[in-house]
């Protein structure tokens, strides 16, 4: 068992930020709250570029062949960059499930054009009204992975009905759907299928969370290291530097379970030490509810003390703060909040009734 980075990973995920800090700017963020799309303007086309769009299509599709252990800090950045465009939901929850458990013709049809960009995938969260999913960027779609019915689709944007909703996150472009379903559509009726909707959809926000977080953090000690109040700095407060180091703390908890979350999608399995012995073998469900559980917490941490230690200044729309605020409560939210996934634990190790 080992689900350390090796130095490739680490490598692809700094390129991943240098773009990401040429591209995505504050300034481009805040762009995309006007932009029709919520697009950045050039970013989708220089990842696809990079490779970062088809990272796990496999290498015969014209894809890296990697795996979700080699996408975790690319989804940290992706969080630390508050980025609007729907990349972890095209790469890290679309792309596997067609990848895992779409036929033959699908995965011909699909993944090629997944890698190269050509094609826009994204994927609903089943949350709430089953019959009308909530999906990030459905409007710009191409092909949009959904539980239905206890069955897992791919439905194309021509069956596609979409009515656009409002976020709190104006950057997060969301809308309701409504989908047109057959047997074409149809991947699997297997539950698991919809049960890896979840996990990967869970895992993909929880990493993400733990970027926002460390933004967060980050421009909390900027702030309070120049802020001055009576002649020296307001981050010298004892009462602010426990907020502080709380949160520091409550990151460096969540981000390995994000780590172990990552090692168990691809393995199928629990790390040894994450569950009980008997549980091991469960599947990836467990460990994922824990590192989204912990994800969201550190993640509404950061929001409180990170509005908290910046005072009036942090609840305006023209300083930057907000935009990490406002996609760390999106995100704690999305897929399942920490209460859900708690839920969602307890029922895997038999502690409670479904």
Not at 35 to 57: F, I, P, R, Y
Not at 63 to 90: F, K, S
Not at 134 to 142: G, H, K, Q, S
């Amino acid at each position: 068992m080992n689900f350390a980075l090796d130095e490739d990973s680490v490598l692809f995920a700094e390129t991943f930020r240098e773009i990401l800090e040429r591209f995505c700017t504050p300034d481009a963020v805040r762009a995309s709250w006007d932009d029709a799309s919520g697009a950045v303007n050039g970013l989708w086309e220089k990842l696809a570029d990079t490779g970062v769009l088809g990272l796990v299509v496999p290498q015969d599709y014209g894809g890296l062949g990697l795996g979700q252990l080699d996408q975790v800090l690319m989804l940290e950045e992706l969080g630390r960059t508050a980025c609007p465009e729907p990349i972890a939901e095209h790469s890290a929850v679309a792309v596997p499930l067609l990848r895992d458990r779409a036929s033959t013709a699908v995965q011909e049809e699909w993944l090629s054009r997944a890698a190269d960009g050509s094609a826009l995938l994204t994927a609903g969260s089943p949350a709430g009204n089953p019959s009308q999913p909530l999906v990030l960027a459905a409007e710009r779609a191409d092909l949009v992975v959904l539980a239905i019915d206890n069955a897992l689709h791919v439905v194309p944007a021509a069956a596609l009905s979409t009515v656009a909703q409002v976020s709190v996150d104006g950057s997060r472009r969301l809308a309701r759907v409504e989908a047109t379903t057959s047997s074409e559509t149809l991947v699997s009726k297997d539950p698991l299928a919809v049960v890896a909707l979840w996990d990967h959809g869970a895992w993909a926000a929880a990493a993400q969370a733990i970027g926002v977080a460390q933004q967060l953090l980050d421009l909390t000690v900027a702030y309070v290291s120049e802020r001055e109040q009576f002649g020296q700095p307001v981050g010298v407060n004892q009462a602010v530097k426990h907020h502080c180091s709380n949160l520091a703390i409550a990151i460096e908890f969540a981000r390995p379970m994000v780590h172990a979350a990552a090692w168990s999608l691809t393995t199928g399995r629990a790390p040894e030490g994450t569950v009980p012995p008997e549980a091991i073998d469960s599947g990836p469900s467990v460990v994922v509810s824990m590192a989204k559980a912990l994800a969201s917490d550190a993640v509404d941490l950061a929001c409180r003390s990170a509005l908290q230690c910046h005072g009036a200044i942090g609840y305006t729309i023209e300083h930057d703060l907000q935009l990490w605020l406002k996609r760390g409560w999106a995100l704690s939210a999305s897929w399942g909040d920490a209460r859900h996934h708690r839920r969602r634990v307890a029922n895997g190790l038999g502690l409670v009734q479904a």
